[in-house]
């Protein structure tokens, strides 16, 4: 049998193959921890951006609606001027000044609304980039795991060797 020192360096090298067996499935996991908690990060930025598209969609309603009840407005204005001036709401001037107003606001309309909804375009864009991050987070996460699994059993069986070398100079066996 061998001696108490070779006996311990066999000791030893058993224990340091453990803690670095120990140490790589620690990283990955570690490592995949990591990924999944940006991964969440990154799927709550992508809900986020989804409801920001949702108030910008909704946005883009009130807009246009706002540009109607003004033109609405603005046209009643017209005629009640014409009317107290005596002119009738019929006549060609009034419905040229009442179609200029339709042309002016509904152009202002279409572009404001347009506007909202290439805003709500761009922030669904967004999410789904948002979103395909977390999914390549996820991914990652797992590749993780896997590679601290096979470096641990790289290194476990390196450890074997090297204690089987050990205990055979030692005279173990």
Avoid: H
Avoid at 6 to 32: E, H, M, P, R, V
Avoid at 64 to 83: G, K, P, V
Avoid at 153 to 166: K, T
């Amino acid at each position: 049998m061998g001696d108490p020192v070779s006996t311990g360096i066999l000791a030893l090298n058993a224990a340091g193959t453990g803690a670095g067996i120990f140490s790589a499935l620690a990283g990955g996991q570690q490592s995949k921890v990591n990924a999944q908690l940006e991964a969440g990060r990154a799927r709550m930025q992508a809900e986020r951006l989804k409801v920001a598209a949702e108030a910008a969609k909704v946005r883009g309603i009130q807009v246009d609606t706002a540009f109607r009840e003004d033109l609405n407005q603005s046209l009643q204005n017209l005629y009640a001027i014409r009317a107290a001036q005596g002119a009738s709401v019929d006549s060609p001037t009034s419905r040229a000044l009442g179609e200029r107003a339709r042309v002016a606001s509904d152009r202002a309309r279409r572009v404001a609304v347009s506007n909202e909804r290439l805003r709500a375009m761009g922030i669904e864009n967004e999410a789904a980039v948002a979103e395909g991050d977390a999914m390549a987070l996820l991914r990652a996460s797992r590749r993780y795991r896997t590679a601290s699994l096979i470096s641990a059993a790289g290194q476990a069986i390196s450890g074997a060797g090297s204690f089987l070398r050990a205990g055979q100079t030692a005279g173990y066996w």
